[in-house]
Nanobody, 121 residues
Framework: QVQLVESGGGLVQAGGSLRLSCAAS????????MGWYRQAPGKQRELVAN???????FYADSVEGRFTISRDNAKNTVDLQMNSLKPEDTAVYHC???????????????WGQGTQVTVSS
C-alpha cells in the first residue's frame, strides 16, 4: 500500500502565491517521477509539472516561469511553488508518484486525493 497526502491548497488573490506539498508513504522501494496534475470543472486532468529522480523537470507551457517543482528523494516528498497565480489556475491539484515496490517490480502510478486551489480575480 502506498499513500500520497497533499497539503497547501486554499484561496488566494490573483498575483499571489501558494505552495503545495505531497508526501508518499508505504511500501516503496523507489519512486521514478513525481508530479502535479490539475483538473478544473468541466475540463480534463492535465499535467502541470513533474520531476524525475535525477531532478529533471517538465512544466506545462501555461505555468512555465511561474511554478517551480522540487522533490526530496530521501523523504519521498514533492512540492509545487506557485507564484503569480491567475484565476485560470483554479483547479483541484493532484499529486502523482510512479512507484516501484521492489527492485524487480514494474512501475505503479499512485494518486493523492487532491487539494483545491482557488484564485480570485
Amino acid at each position: 500500500q502506498v499513500q500520497l497526502v497533499e497539503s497547501g491548497g486554499g484561496l488566494v488573490q490573483a498575483g499571489g502565491s501558494l505552495r503545495l506539498s505531497c508526501a508518499a508513504s508505504g511500501s516503496i522501494f523507489s519512486i521514478n517521477a513525481m508530479g502535479w496534475y490539475r483538473q478544473a470543472p468541466g475540463k480534463q486532468r492535465e499535467l502541470v509539472a513533474n520531476i524525475n529522480s535525477g531532478g529533471r523537470t517538465f512544466y506545462a507551457d501555461s505555468v512555465e516561469g511561474r511554478f517551480t517543482i522540487s522533490r526530496d528523494n530521501a523523504k519521498n516528498t514533492v512540492d509545487l511553488q506557485m507564484n503569480s497565480l491567475k484565476p485560470e489556475d483554479t483547479a483541484v491539484y493532484h499529486c502523482n508518484a510512479e512507484v516501484m515496490y521492489t527492485r524487480w517490480d514494474r512501475i505503479y502510478s499512485h494518486w493523492g486525493q487532491g487539494t483545491q486551489v482557488t484564485v480570485s480575480s
